[in-house]
C-alpha cells in the first residue's frame, strides 16, 4: 500500500516538474508577438528592402573596366601635310555649300522627334492608370512571418492568458495566399483572396495542432474572402496617394460563411499595389471553438483576421 502511495506521489511530482521546465522552455524561447498589420511599416520595410538590393546590385569601383584606347603620342603628332591640306579644303567646301548646316539641322530634328516619341510613350503608360487585374505576389521563399515580413500572407491575432505566464497574443500566419483584385479607374472593382488555413503557424508547434483541430482543416483547408460592393478609391491613388477605408465582403471559413466589413488601406509603390487590412471576428459565427490547452488559462472567444498583400499586375 505504501509503495502504491509513493509511486502516485513520484508520478505528480515528475508531471509537476516537467510542467515547471516546459513553462521555463517557453518563457525562454518565446518573442514578442509581431506588430499588427499597417500600411505605413509595410512600406518602409519594403523601401529599405529595395534600397538594400540596389546598393548590394551595383559594382564596385575595381570592378569596373576602362575599355579606352590611348592614342600612342608619336601617331598623334605625325601628319601628312597633304592630307592636313586636304581635309582643311573639304572642311571649308562643306562650310561653303551649306552642308554642315543641314547636318545640324537634321541631327536636331531628329533629337526633337526622339524627345516627342519618348514623351508619347510615357503618356500612353500614365493614362492606363490602375485599371486592370492585379494579382497577389506570392514569395518562393517568405522567411521568418514572425519577424518583420514584406511578402504577402494572411492571419489572425488572438488574445490569451496563460498560465505562470500572463497575458499573451497568439499571431499565426501563412504565406500561402492566393488571388486577384480587378480595379477600374476610380474604383476597387472585383477582390477574391484565398487562404491555406492548414498552413497557418504561430510561435508554438502544439498551438499549431490545437488550431487545425478547431479549423478542422483537412476537411475545410481554404478560407476565402469575396468582395460584396464597389470600394472608391482617390483620384491621385495612381500617384502614389494612400487609400483608407472600409471595404465588405464574403468570408468564408470552416464552410461558413457570413458578411464582414475589413478595415482596408493600400498604397501604390513602384509597380506594386500594398494593401492591408483587418476585421474582428468572432469564433462562433464560424462553428469554431477556441482551443485550450494546460497551460492556457483563458482564451478570446474572438480574433482579428489580417492580411499583408502586395498585388502586381
Do not use: C
Amino acid at each position: 500500500m505504501m509503495r502504491r502511495v509513493k509511486i502516485i506521489i513520484g508520478a505528480i511530482v515528475a508531471v509537476a516538474v516537467l510542467a515547471v521546465v516546459a513553462v521555463a522552455v517557453y518563457l525562454l524561447t518565446r518573442g514578442e508577438a509581431p506588430e499588427a498589420v499597417d500600411l505605413e511599416t509595410t512600406v518602409a520595410r519594403l523601401e529599405a528592402t529595395e534600397t538594400t538590393d540596389d546598393s548590394t546590385s551595383e559594382p564596385s569601383a575595381d570592378a569596373t573596366t576602362d575599355t579606352s584606347t590611348d592614342t600612342p603620342a608619336g601617331d598623334a603628332a605625325t601628319g601628312d601635310g597633304e592630307d592636313a591640306g586636304t581635309a582643311s579644303s573639304a572642311a571649308e567646301t562643306a562650310s561653303d555649300d551649306g552642308t554642315a548646316d543641314d547636318g545640324a539641322a537634321d541631327v536636331s530634328a531628329g533629337t526633337e522627334v526622339g524627345t516627342e516619341t519618348a514623351t508619347a510613350g510615357q503618356t500612353v503608360d500614365a493614362s492606363a492608370g490602375l485599371a486592370g487585374v492585379w494579382t497577389v505576389e506570392v514569395a518562393e521563399d517568405p522567411g521568418d512571418l514572425q519577424g518583420e515580413p514584406t511578402v504577402s500572407f494572411a492571419g489572425f491575432r488572438v488574445d490569451e492568458v496563460l498560465n505562470n505566464i500572463g497575458d499573451f497574443t497568439a499571431v499565426g500566419r501563412t504565406a500561402r495566399v492566393s488571388g486577384s483584385i480587378e480595379l477600374s479607374d476610380t474604383a476597387l472593382v472585383a477582390a477574391t483572396v484565398e487562404v491555406q488555413m492548414g498552413t497557418l503557424h504561430t510561435d508554438n508547434s502544439f498551438r499549431d495542432g490545437r488550431i487545425y483541430q478547431a479549423l478542422n482543416t483537412s476537411a475545410f483547408p481554404l478560407a476565402t474572402f469575396t468582395l460584396a460592393e464597389p470600394v472608391d478609391l482617390p483620384a491621385g491613388m495612381a500617384d502614389g496617394e494612400a487609400f483608407s477605408g472600409s471595404a465588405e465582403g464574403d468570408l468564408t471559413i470552416k464552410g461558413v460563411t457570413n458578411r464582414v466589413a475589413f478595415d482596408l488601406q493600400a498604397q501604390l509603390v513602384g509597380d506594386r499595389i500594398v494593401a492591408v487590412g483587418s476585421s474582428d471576428v468572432l469564433f462562433s459565427d464560424y462553428g469554431v471553438t477556441a482551443p485550450t490547452a494546460p497551460i492556457v488559462v483563458s482564451v478570446e472567444d474572438h480574433g482579428i483576421m489580417e492580411f499583408q498583400l502586395l498585388f502586381t499586375r
